[in-house]
């Protein structure tokens, strides 16, 4: 049987002390880390950035199939994919856990060994948060403090009507991943001796479990001097994120069903479940990859970088947002993906 450690025989600052005695800073910018009523950080000639995450026991993950280091990793990634998709680089992070009874020493080690492997992945340092007593299952509440060089931060905001739009890796995975765990979940459920069914499928748990900030786009980006006039992080879906950007820059968007880019595995696993692949590409979320609009005049220069595909134009607001399918027919684009309060 494995050690087993209740978290009240430390108490609140003995579970900090444990959980953060080993943490070593990286970045020249943290200069003081856990430990004091707050972190010092230094940013000369920089202008900062902050993203926030809240993740509900629940809502926005099942413990039923998602291992705790796994979640660790995935909850620190989510915030550096935020401050990437500023055109910027994370450095810190805090993290605040509410924890119920049923959770040992043990099983936050395991949590904060995926924290810890996503800030050794990335070069972020974790510098402070909160623990506290939850009624409620698991809450995990992540700050992460980045930095931009000023005038190459990236707002929503920026698109043109000239512009051209570009998406990073491929679309769906994630989803198709999730509905993938939630029917082995099911089975497992109705059946005593159960092995779950995930041969072949490895790249669709690896998205959804353990995803990954898209930190080399940026430097792709950079190398290439290509500089986006718009950009967004897929977290909830292609058709949620264009429409952000529809809303914030004040134009519309003609995306090509045909230059969506999919997995051989989603196409698979959505002809499994009987589901539209388009749809869970456009809808699904979690993809966590980089979506934004680039001047007309780099098209060639963006086409070449690897990963990075060229999926439809910007236009006029008063145009609207479509979906341009195969056969040249018209779907207005909705809002159809992640919304945790409806």
Not at 3 to 22: A, D, Q, Y
Not at 91 to 105: A, D, H, M
């Amino acid at each position: 049987m494995s050690k087993r450690t209740e978290i009240g025989t430390l108490g609140e600052f003995g579970l900090i002390r444990h959980l953060t005695e080993k943490i070593e800073l990286k970045n020249k910018g943290s200069i003081q880390g856990v430990g004091d009523d707050a972190a010092v950080l230094d940013y000369p000639d920089k202008q900062i950035l902050v993203a926030t995450d809240l993740l509900l026991e629940g809502i926005h993950f099942d413990l039923t199939y998602v291992p705790l280091k796994h979640l660790g990793y995935k909850s620190a990634i989510v915030n550096f994919s935020d401050i990437y998709a500023m055109n910027g680089q994370p450095k810190q992070i805090t993290v605040s856990l509410g924890i119920s009874k049923r959770f040992s020493v043990e099983d936050l080690d395991e949590l904060y060994a995926g924290l810890n492997l996503a800030c050794e992945m990335y070069g972020v340092d974790l510098v402070g948060g909160d623990t506290s007593a939850s009624l409620t299952g698991l809450t995990i509440s992540i700050s992460c403090i980045g930095e931009g060089e000023k005038g190459k931060i990236t707002y929503r905001s920026g698109a043109k009507d000239t512009d051209i739009v570009c998406v990073s890796g491929d679309l769906g995975a994630a989803y198709m991943g999730l509905q993938l765990l939630e029917r082995e979940k099911r089975v497992f459920k109705d059946e005593e001796n159960f092995t779950p069914d995930f041969d072949g499928k490895e790249y669709l748990l690896e998205r959804q479990l353990k995803p990954e900030a898209r930190k080399d786009v940026i430097e792709s980006l950079a190398n290439a001097g290509i500089q986006p006039t718009s950009m967004i992080d897929v977290s909830d879906g292609l058709s949620s994120e264009l429409l952000h950007l529809s809303r914030a820059g004040q134009v519309g968007f003609r995306i090509y069903e045909d230059r969506i880019p999919i997995d051989f595995q989603t196409a698979s696993m959505a002809e499994q479940f009987n589901m539209n692949l388009i749809t869970a590409a456009m809808n699904g979320g979690e993809d966590y990859e980089l979506l934004f609009t680039v001047p007309l005049a780099q098209h060639d220069a963006v086409s070449k970088l690897k990963g990075i595909h060229v999926i439809g134009h910007v236009t006029r607001a008063e145009l609207g947002n479509y979906l341009i399918g195969r056969d040249g027919g018209e779907v207005e684009l909705r809002a159809q993906g992640w919304n945790s309060l409806s």
